[in-house]
């Protein structure tokens, strides 16, 4: 890749990606979302931001130390430890707001109040107490801090802990701090209590066991419960050239729960002598000590009960619409090798997907199966019809990502029953990961060969397809097929792609091989074509854009007059209102459904070229990864992803544009303009293709 990168006005990765997760806690604070919908939202902002603090944190801790304790590397990098502090700092504040003034009030005004900081009713106490006697109370470990050496207490990762400050009536000044667990991964965090004057109660397992705590310690005074939890880092080192990846891959598992602190989050009403305590006690560095509230771990708000039901709590229900052209098809690879079918998910039913892999798994003319597999669904459909069809003697074979991120441990059980089933398993590449989403079924009539390929943004998972947005391509296209046999013999391989810098992808761009050639080639054909006075546009969907070389190039056409449009869900170091970016907008959708798709759209001088595929423009898919992006030629279906786009960037309820300092500015109507909801003017125009 050429090195075109150099004082690039580039906006910090993990502050854009703090700034994605601002959006999403914006959607808890909109008040036109319904009122569950909302706490799903408060609880996603919950969820990632522990995956921050597990796998960018300890990036972010380790250049902040290096910069404070090597002469030598100061100047080479700025720390953005204290930026990102103070943003987190900033967001947890009005996370904190959200919930208590906005979201837990209107639980009330309908009826629903869940305890929270506050004194239960005296009415509930029998209730509160029997259930802790009978449920709770088996679950708990409770364990003096003093008389034990802190290497023999050990918090384990993201697990609910609170701290007892106890004293006796004969030693009153004499403190004594237990820790207790709240079993939170084993019994539910909340509890439905009985309703009082129409109102139904909810109480959370750590106020359970808070109002119970005298039970555990008998003869003792309690002086304060105190909440805490520990975030380990996720990373660790593996030997990806050892031969047997599989146990290598088990190991690093077993070390993720053992990993370094990254954050010790404290409830802000600890006294300050406790918190020093427990930052020796633990050994937990300053920068790692998060001052934090009452209740820890607020992504279980996705399990809320709803005691009270009503339509207005959620979204309206939007079912998957069937293909109907496709539902009196006898065969669906009949099908396929007729014409091209373009699948979008969730607003098109995805059991189409699965029947394509059933129906080859008994197809008495399939003879071979491959495809790749990177987040593999708990209960797989898809990983069951490939155990079906080795056992009725077909041959396949599949590529298991075993160091796809926190599935590492169900990628590898599925591996192991498919392995036993008689499937073909091929694992992870050395240095690389495979994340592309493609599939080859072959199938042979006596002397004639048939294939068709699945081509997909995302993964092949019918758990994910219920909500995250994506698209599958099932095509016969003969040059693209012999492609990804090609592309699938040489995975088999698992050697390094320098070796193999030869193959001759023509249709596919493949990472590795020819994909960041083709598409700068086709930046620069619109570079060209503006400069030469034609029309010149660049429509590109991803989820991040953070490979500074990609930015360059889009500076570059900008710079030349090209149009460029882009829709960037999460990270996004390319900066808008800059004299290089004069002509780049950047949108961002946030909506019931995680949009996840990757699209590219040329404009070629009126001949438009459409691509989609699993890359997005970061380091990793660009450098590190194999990823496939593939072009869609059929006239038809080129409209239709055209359309989706076209009401992405239409979007006027829950998009927002990011400008200079990545803030969020929410794109509204003009005065007389239409509201445009892109996801239900998708399911609407998708639902209008079958007529």
Partial sequence: MDNISVNLPLFDRDLSWLSFNYRVLCMANDSTVPLYERIKFL??????LDEFFRVRMPAVLAVDHLLRTDPSAAGSAESMLPAVQEEISRQLGEFGQTLTQSLLPALHNN??????????????????????????????????????????????????????????????????YALVNIPSNQLPRFTELPSIDDISYIIMLDD?????????????????CYSIKITRDAETDMNELANDVLEQVETMIAKRELGIPTRFL??????????????????????????????????????????????????PRQPAVQMHALDNVPRLLEEVLKRDILLHAPYQRYDYILRFFNEAAVDPTVVEIYITLYRIASGSQIANALISAARNGKQVTVFVELKARFDEANNIRWAKKMKAAGVKIVYSIPGLKVHAKIALVKRRRGYVWDYAGLMATGNF????????????????????????????????????PGRYSYLPFKHLLVAQFNLVDRFSEMIDREISNAKAGKPARITIKLNNLQEKDMIARLYAASDAGVEVRMLVRSICCLLPEQPESRNITVRRIVDRYLEHARVFIFHNDGQEEVYMGSADWMNRNLLRRIEVCFPIYEPQLQEQLKEIIRLQLA?????????ANMHNVPVKPAPGEALVNAQMAIHAYVEALNH
Avoid: C
Wanted: net charge negative.
């Fill in 111 to 176: 009826h629903i109040h869940l305890y929270y900081n506050e004194p239960v009713h005296a009415a509930h106490k029998a209730d509160i107490r029997e259930y802790f006697l009978t449920r709770v109370l088996a679950f708990l470990q409770p364990l003096w801090l003093q008389g034990h050496q802190p290497e023999d207490v050990f918090l384990e990762n993201n697990l609910l802990y609170v701290v007892v400050s106890l004293s006796t009536a004969e030693e009153p000044d004499m403190l004594k």
């Fill in 651 to 659: 979007d006027n309820t829950n998009a927002a544009m990011l400008d």
């Fill in 208 to 224: 359970v066991i808070r109002e119970n705590v005298g039970f555990i310690f008998p003869g003792y005074t309690v002086n304060g």
């Fill in 461 to 496: 998972n019918e758990s994910t397809a219920r909500f995250y947005t994506d698209h599958v391509l099932l095509t016969a296209h003969r040059g693209m097929t012999q492609e990804l046999e090609l592309l699938f013999l040489y995975l088999q391989t698992r050697e390094q």
């Fill in 266 to 315: 404290y409830d802000a009403a600890t006294p300050l002598a406790l918190r020093q305590l427990l930052a020796v006690y633990f050994k937990i560095l300053p920068e790692e000590m998060v001052r934090g509230g009452r209740y820890h771990n607020l992504k279980d708000l996705m399990d809320l009960p709803m005691p009270v039901k009503s339509p207005l709590f959620t979204y």
């Fill in 43 to 48: 609880s996603i902002f919950s969820s990632n």
